[in-house]
C-alpha cells in the first residue's frame, strides 16, 4: 500500500501538493471521527455517577455536546479540505497526463502506432486515466485512512485496556493478512482485465471504421463475432476479478465481525473478575461497533486499488514512449539542401530500403517514381524523419535530421501525402493547422491556389462547415486539395507531395498543376508521382526498384537509355492514347 500511494504521488507530478493536503486532511477527519468516543466515555461517567446517589453534573452535558460539535465540525472542515484538493488535483494531473501524452505521440517514431494498436494508446488516454482520476486518491485515502483509523483506535485501547487493545490488533493483523491475499489476485487477475478493456476499444473502433468494407463484403456476422468475443472477455475478466475479490471481501469482513464479538464476550468476562470498572466496560462494549468501522470499508476498496495500480503500469508503459528528438537541438542551417548518404531501413525484418544515396539541391525538384512497394513513400518519411534509419544518414542543411527537435525540423517542411486526414472541425480551421495564425483572407487566398475554394463556397456554410472525422463528408479529391491548401498556407521552404494530385479531377488538374508551380518556385520540391506531366519537368528523376535506386537522371536523359523510366513512360502513354473502338 505504502508503495503504491509513491507510485501514486510521482505519478502526480505538479499537483503532488494537493494530493499530501488531502492525505492529511483525509487523517485529520479519522480523527474528529473518533471524538465521539470521548463524548461517550463523559456520558456514561455521569450516567453511572447516578447510580450511586450523586446527580448528573450539568457541565457532563456542556463537556459532551462540546465534543460532539468540536467532530461533527472538524469532520465536515477537512471532509470538505480533502475533498477539494482531491479532486482538484485528480483532475488537473490527470489533464496534465493527457496532454503529455499527446506531447509524447506528436515525437514518437511511426514505428510505435504499428506495434502498438489504436486501441491500446486510445485506451490509456481515455479509460485508465479515467479510472485514476476518478478513484485512485478517493480509494488510497479509505485504505491508508481506515488502516491508519484503527491503527490510532488499537494504540489508545492499548494503554485504556491492553487485553482489548491486543485483541484488536490481532484482528487487524489477520485483516492485513486477508488483504494482501486480495491484492495478489488482484496483481494476477487485473492485467487481464485492463487487456481486455483495451482489446474492447480496438475491436469498437476497427467495426466502425471498417463499416464500409463490412457492408461491402458482407461481413457483418463474421466482424460482429470479432466484437461480441471482445465483449465476452471483458465480462469474463471482470466477472472473474470480481468473484474472487467477493469471497475474499467476504473474508475480510468476517474477520472483524468475529473479533467485535470477541470483544462482546472478553469485556464483560474482565468486569466479572473485576479487572476493569462498569464505565470501562461500557465503553468498550459501544466502542467495539467503532473500531473497525473504516478498517472495514478497506476490504470492498481492494479490488479497485488493484486496478488503479495495472492503471499505473500502462501509463507508465504509454508515457515511456522514445522520442525521437531525445538530445535534439534546435537547428536554423544556411542552406536547405537534402543528402542520404546509404541509408537502409527495415519495418522489423523486412528491409525495405539498400544502401540508398542521393542529394537534392536547395531550391531544385526531385521525382521519384517506381513500382508499388519499391519504398517512395518510405524515403520521404525518413527525410521527414518520421522514422529513423537503421544504417546511413539523412542530412538537412549538412545536419543530420537526429540532431534537430521535431519541431526545427519539421518546421521547414510541407507535405501532402496520398492518405490525407481532416480533423473534425471547420473547413477553415482545416486549413489553418500549419498556421494557425493565419487570417481569413490567407486561408481563402491559400483555397483558391488549390482550386478548392469554389466548392467550399457550395457547402452549408462555407468556410466554417464542420467536416466529419477523417474528412469522411467529403471526397477524395476535396479532401486532397484542402490538404494541398493546408501546405500551400505553412509556405515552408520543402515540399513533399506523394501522389497530391491522385484524387484530383481531370478538369481541375491543369489549374492545380499551376497552383504547386507557385508553391515550389524557389523552393525544395520532393514529389511521388505517376503522371508524366507532374514529372517530367523534375530537375532530377530517381527511379526506384525493390529499395534501390536503378536509375537517375532528368527526363530527356532517361528516355535515351533502356530501362525502367522508359518502358514506365511508354506504358503510361498508351494508357493515355487508350480508346474504346466500335465493333
Excluded at 471521527?33 to 463523559?42: D, F, H, K, V
Excluded at 481486455?196 to 463484403?217: H, I, N, R, S, W
Excluded at 527511379?543 to 514506365?568: S, T
Aim: glycine letters at 8%.
Amino acid at each position: 500500500m505504502i508503495a503504491l500511494i509513491r507510485r501514486l504521488l510521482d505519478f502526480s507530478g505538479t499537483q503532488r501538493k494537493k494530493l499530501i493536503l488531502s492525505f492529511v486532511f483525509s487523517l485529520l477527519d479519522s480523527v474528529f471521527e473518533m471524538l465521539p468516543i470521548l463524548a461517550i466515555l463523559t456520558v456514561l461517567t455521569g450516567i453511572l455517577g447516578t447510580i450511586s446517589g450523586a446527580s448528573m453534573p450539568r457541565e457532563t452535558i456542556w463537556i459532551s455536546l462540546g465534543i460532539m460539535v468540536v467532530s461533527i465540525l472538524g469532520r465536515i472542515l477537512c471532509s470538505s479540505l480533502s475533498a477539494a484538493r482531491r479532486t482538484l488535483g485528480s483532475f488537473a494531473f490527470c489533464a496534465e497526463k493527457r496532454l503529455e501524452i499527446g506531447e509524447k505521440l506528436k515525437r514518437a517514431p511511426m514505428g510505435y502506432f504499428s506495434q502498438n494498436r489504436l486501441g491500446d494508446i486510445t485506451a490509456a488516454a481515455t479509460t485508465t486515466l479515467g479510472d485514476i482520476e476518478s478513484n485512485a486518491v478517493m480509494v488510497l485515502e479509505r485504505v491508508a485512512g481506515g488502516f491508519l483509523h484503527a491503527l490510532v483506535i488499537g494504540l489508545w485501547l492499548l494503554f485504556y485496556q491492553w487485553h482489548i487493545g491486543a485483541l484488536m490488533f490481532a484482528g487487524l493483523a489477520v485483516s492485513l493478512l486477508v488483504y494482501t491475499l486480495q491484492q495478489r489476485a488482484g496483481k494476477r487477475l487485473s492485467p487481464r482485465r485492463q487487456a481486455a478493456q483495451a482489446d474492447l476499444v480496438t475491436a469498437v473502433l476497427e467495426y466502425v471504421q471498417g463499416m464500409g468494407v463490412v457492408k461491402a463484403f458482407g461481413l457483418g456476422e463474421s466482424a460482429n463475432r470479432t466484437v461480441d468475443q471482445a465483449i465476452g472477455e471483458s465480462a469474463k475478466a471482470n466477472i472473474r476479478l470480481e468473484s474472487v475479490f467477493s469471497s475474499l471481501t467476504a473474508v475480510y469482513q468476517t474477520v472483524f465481525k468475529l473479533a467485535k464479538a470477541a470483544i462482546l464476550v472478553i469485556a464483560p468476562y474482565l468486569l466479572a473478575g473485576g479487572e476493569i470498572t462498569p464505565v470501562k466496560c461500557l465503553l468498550l462494549l459501544v466502542s467495539s461497533f467503532l473500531i473497525y468501522s473504516s478498517v472495514e470499508l478497506v476490504g470492498s476498496m481492494a479490488s479497485v486499488a488493484r486496478v488503479i495500480e495495472a492503471s499505473l503500469d500502462r501509463m507508465y508503459a504509454v508515457l515511456n514512449i522514445p522520442a525521437l528528438d531525445e538530445g535534439g537541438r534546435e537547428i536554423a542551417p544556411e542552406r536547405l539542401d537534402i543528402e542520404l548518404r546509404n541509408v537502409s531501413f527495415a519495418y522489423g525484418e523486412n528491409e525495405v530500403i539498400h544502401d540508398v544515396s542521393f542529394s537534392i539541391p536547395q531550391g531544385t525538384s526531385c521525382a521519384i517514381v517506381g513500382p508499388s512497394g519499391s519504398g517512395k513513400t518510405t524515403l520521404c518519411s525518413l527525410i521527414a524523419r518520421f522514422w529513423d534509419v537503421q544504417e546511413g544518414q539523412v542530412l538537412l542543411g549538412g545536419y543530420d535530421v537526429r540532431e534537430y527537435t521535431c519541431d526545427s525540423l519539421l518546421r521547414h517542411f510541407s507535405i501532402v501525402f496520398q492518405k490525407v486526414y481532416l480533423f473534425e472541425d471547420t473547413i477553415e480551421n482545416n486549413i489553418k493547422f500549419g498556421c494557425p495564425q493565419a487570417t481569413h483572407e490567407q486561408v481563402v487566398e491559400a483555397a483558391k491556389k488549390a482550386c478548392c475554394h469554389d466548392f467550399i463556397l457550395t457547402l452549408p456554410k462555407g468556410y466554417d462547415t464542420v467536416v466529419d472525422e477523417g474528412g469522411s463528408s467529403l471526397s477524395g479529391g476535396e479532401r486532397q486539395r484542402i490538404s494541398i491548401a493546408r501546405a500551400i498556407l505553412k509556405d515552408a521552404p520543402i515540399v513533399i507531395l506523394d501522389e497530391a494530385t491522385a484524387s484530383v479531377d481531370p478538369e481541375n488538374e491543369a489549374e492545380l498543376q499551376k497552383a504547386i508551380g507557385a508553391l515550389t518556385r524557389g523552393k525544395t520540391l520532393l514529389m511521388i508521382a505517376h503522371r508524366l506531366n507532374t514529372v517530367r519537368e523534375a530537375h532530377q528523376i530517381l527511379v526506384l526498384d525493390g529499395g534501390r535506386i536503378v536509375q537517375r537522371g532528368a527526363h530527356e536523359e532517361l528516355m535515351g537509355q533502356e530501362g525502367m523510366y522508359r518502358r514506365f513512360v511508354t506504358l503510361r502513354e498508351q494508357a493515355l492514347g487508350w480508346r474504346l473502338k466500335k465493333a
